[in-house]
């Protein structure tokens, strides 16, 4: 299938994979997609500026020095495959099996949360879409995320009957806001340089109009207001000269609202006045908590989206005078710069309707426990120095460990890459060398070339990623955890006791680590049972909250099992019971694994504790650990200081770089895969006991407390 790219500044259409559905998505057939002035463009080099009359050779070599030269400095702002896109409407190809509120063949409107709409196919959470009852109102339902957006900076204010208000900046999401104000009982300024736009917003219901770039917009106003100000500004569209205007316009105690991507500097003349400053941020389609009352999520993006579709199929909200300049993906090009120049304010872009693909591409599989009788191949270490490795999910733990290290080893080569986001497989791909990126991890399973599989999707799918690239013979690394609930347990646990011979192996990486290796010394001798306590101290920031409350579960299970294994490694014995206190709050950022008390006894007579919270602050560090043993102590702080009490001074050590022992476990896995017979790192009745500890664990938090016996 077709997508649109903004690839090194230019704009290109490429042919991509299929996108993969999972169990709470859906799959949509995109008929109109919406782009606008802020819809990824600013970084669109213009064709027909400064190098159109360079002869193409001379060109390519200016281009690809600006290039170099940027991407050397500052490579992050100018990323090559950036998928483009914001809204759409289309219709359902295909659901996931737990997804609830729309079928196949419903139309539908789609927020964008990174998902890229500007393609033939997309694949959505399922709070990303509502419904169209009007099929007729397609295209005009293509609108509905921006003025789902519009409608939430409406929100900020909580604007009422009669209250005054001001937009600067007449974009579409601006000239949206012109007719929810209206709708709302407001009296409408607006404020734009563009005489057309103001022309347009007069039509849609604004009462007063003035041109920053000829009228005293603060003496108009002030007459207007007689003299008290306006009850809420917004900037749809920020400048620092918008800035200063609407704080000097906006009464005592009014509110100025900024709209994602304005980004002004407050100076010393804004302090002059008692006014409130808030954001409203781009929608990114979560709920705010999962299993709250109606009251308490009132207005969800996906509520706001309900909303705004219903004035939009009324004819309440007009959006004619937006989609009349409409593009396919062939003319996209002229579309965009049409955009850019302001000869038009938006274009829509049509698509071909796509038919229904067949399932088995575009569907995770489940496996199921008749496949575990199928005979698989026999890994075969590579006959070569180098192992050919492919790497599932290319996210953040594949950005800041994985690449790097696959990158700068000299016994592996990295040949493939796979993610849903076809756009971070490639700047993947184009970063580091790989030859090939995927938007289907089934492409990498069934890829004959690939030996190693490196798997560092979503935490709900490791263990069926895991399984589908085991039984096609891979070797397997995959990122913590194994697995996220008991079925997922049972179904690796039997297909790796049934095919012995497979090399699998899971990122437990701390007991690798240099500091580990030195307790581990010190403690194998020891006389008397072993009292340990581990505390994992982390401040979550509000990306991660938003991820949390998308998922419905804390991060218990990611963080806390490879401390499980660090103390099933520390006493070499088994547990016997285990004992769980979560904290009981009322708050809906505080979830009930987020801040947990646990306590493992185990048939040494040992006794670990573990102590996870998120309601510290990040200045005491993240981990520490303290053991007793034999009339002896060590304290361990962040994998980066170690002192030893009633231990050899020798023993104390501090490092300038924490070491988490994630490079040397890597460079164990990949050497033993070179070995004619390979030994796991950490056996399979290890990794099934830290497995189920764990899942108990996150259990017992998730239902107040406990106790269980092993």
Partial sequence: MRQLFLDKGSLVVKEVAQPLLNEYSVLVSVHYAYMHSATNLSNLDMQDGFLSNVPHKVKRVLEAVAFQASSTKNKKNLQPHTALGYSCSGRVVSVGQKVRKCAPGDYVACIDPGYSPHTDLICVPEQCVVKITNQKKIKAASLTTLSARAMQALRRTNVQIGERVCIFGLDVIGLLMVQLAKLSGCTVVCVDKDQSRLTLAQQLGADALYNSEQDDIEREIDLLTERHGVDASFLASSTQDYFLQAASITREKGKVVFLQGATPKINKAVWQKDIDILLSNDLVGHQKTPKGSFADIRWTDNRNMVASLALIESGRLDVSPFIAEQATLKTAKRAVQRIKKNEAIGALFSYEQVSAPHTDAIISPRIHDDAYTESVERFIPAVSDLLRVGVVGAGMFAQNCVFPYLEKSKRVSIDAVADIDVGKSKCAAEKYGIKKAFSKHEDI????????VVVSSGHAFHADHALRALQKGKAVLVEKPMVTDFSQLQRIYSFLKKHPHIPFAVDYGLTSSLFTQKIKAAVDSRKTPLIAHYRINRELSQDELRLQTSMGAGRIIGDTCQIVDLFCYLTQAHPISISVEAMHSSRDDIF????????????????????????????????????????????????????????????????????????????????????PKYVPIVDLERLHMVAELTLLIDKLACEGGGKKEM
């Fill in 445 to 452: 399973f069934n890829d004959d070339s690939i030996d190693v």
């Fill in 592 to 675: 009930p694994t987020d801040n947990v008390s646990t306590q493992i006894s185990f048939s040494d007579g040992s006794v670990c504790s573990l102590l996870y919270t998120t309601i510290g602050n990040s200045g005491l560090g993240t981990d520490r650990m303290e053991l007793s043993f034999d009339g002896k102590s060590i304290l361990m702080q962040d994998y980066s200081e170690l002192y030893g009490f009633g231990l050899s001074s020798r023993f104390n050590e501090t490092l300038l770089r924490p070491d988490r022992g994630y490079e040397t476990f890597m460079a164990q896995f990949f050497d033993r895969l070179q070995q």
